[in-house]
């Protein structure tokens, strides 16, 4: 994943709805790169995520029919979900997270591959925070960035899945589609 740094003021926003296999997602971008991935894009939710996001970035997300990043982000995530892609490389904007939480989420993705998991307990011991499981699921839960940020890869040291922003049914259906799970039967 190509990183971007966060510093400077946003001057533009902008965002679309994609339909994918989980369900229409939010995606929004910024001049710096994608900034936010929101799950469950209904209308409510939407208005509900845009309003937030003007409120965060000082400026008005319009919607972006011919935007870069989003462009680049939707052929991304249509080659991930097809099975073809297993690495995001398109460029991330970190405005929406910081500290502790940007610290676990950018070490969740640079050290946990597609197809593997971790365990929260784990992760924490990762950035160096050992007594910091439950922290851990906090920075989880609060990824702006899920599924390019692959937060459903971190799951319960006893093997159980864990939480997830998502949903469960979402979590289980991106680690069967990375092969760590069996696909649903129906």
């Known amino acids: 994943m190509t990183e971007t740094p966060a510093e400077g003021a946003v001057t ?4 679309t709805v994609r339909d994918t296999p989980i369900g229409p997602l939010l995606l929004a971008a910024t001049g710096r790169g994608l900034v936010t991935v929101v799950f ?3 209308e409510r939710t939407v208005r509900r995520c845009l309003a937030r996001l003007a ?3 000082g400026t ?3 919607p972006g029919g011919d935007d870069p990043v989003l462009a680049e982000a939707a052929r991304e995530l249509d080659a991930y979900f097809s099975g073809g892609l297993r690495e995001f490389s398109l460029p991330l904007d970190w405005t929406l997270t910081s ?3 940007e610290r676990v989420l950018r070490t969740l993705a640079a ?3 597609y197809g593997g998991t971790v365990g929260y307990q784990a992760l924490a011991d990762r950035v ?3 007594g910091a499981a439950r922290a851990v699921g906090v920075a989880m839960g609060s990824n702006p960035l899920p599924v390019v940020v692959p937060c459903h890869r971190v799951v319960e040291s006893g093997g159980g899945l864990g939480g997830f922003g998502g949903g469960l049914e979402t979590k289980r259906a991106l680690l ?3 092969g760590v799970l069996p696909a649903p039967l129906f």
Do not use: C, I, K, M
């Not at 533009?12 to 965002?15: D, N």
């Open 12 to 15: 533009t926003a902008a965002w």
């Open 40 to 42: 469950h894009a209904q």
């Open 55 to 57: 409120a965060r970035l």
């Open 60 to 62: 008005e997300p319009a």
């Open 99 to 101: 500290g502790f939480n």
């Open 111 to 113: 050290s946990v591959p």
């Open 128 to 130: 160096g925070e050992p």
């Open 176 to 178: 069967a589609l990375e």
